[in-house]
Nanobody, 124 residues
């Protein structure tokens, strides 16, 4: 049974930082591209960042480029999202997702497995 478990969310002031983690089990982690998505209240889910199976390629939404960093540790079956210089508009539930294809996707429908999400709230 595949499980993706996010952690690291919380309440932070604008300008602050958080580090999200997503621990994967039940799959061969090193063969999955990984992504982070977020969904704010009343809004559709949106792409945040993605990383290739080796970690050599990363992709970011324009809204987070330069502030967020995605990384992975295949030995620990974990993908991370470092969130810096947070803004109130970053408030959302953040989800990690796993994609079994070789290609890094920015579309949620391409992903095979999803975590339950972790709440990030940024106060102004």
């Amino acid at each position: 049974q595949v499980q993706l478990v996010e952690s690291g969310g919380g309440l932070v002031q604008a300008g602050g930082s958080l580090r999200l983690s997503c621990a994967a089990s039940g799959l061969t982690f090193s063969t999955y591209a990984m992504g982070w998505f977020r969904q704010a209240p009343g809004k559709e889910r949106e792409f945040v960042a993605a990383i290739s199976i080796s970690g050599g390629r990363t992709y970011y939404a324009d809204s987070v480029k330069g502030r967020f960093t995605i990384s992975r540790d295949n030995a620990k079956n974990t993908v991370y999202l470092q969130l810096n210089n947070l803004k109130p508009e970053d408030t959302a539930v953040y989800y990690c997702a796993a994609d079994a294809t070789m290609f890094v996707a920015t579309i949620g429908g391409a992903y095979d497995y999803w975590g339950q999400g972790t709440q990030v709230t940024v106060s102004s």
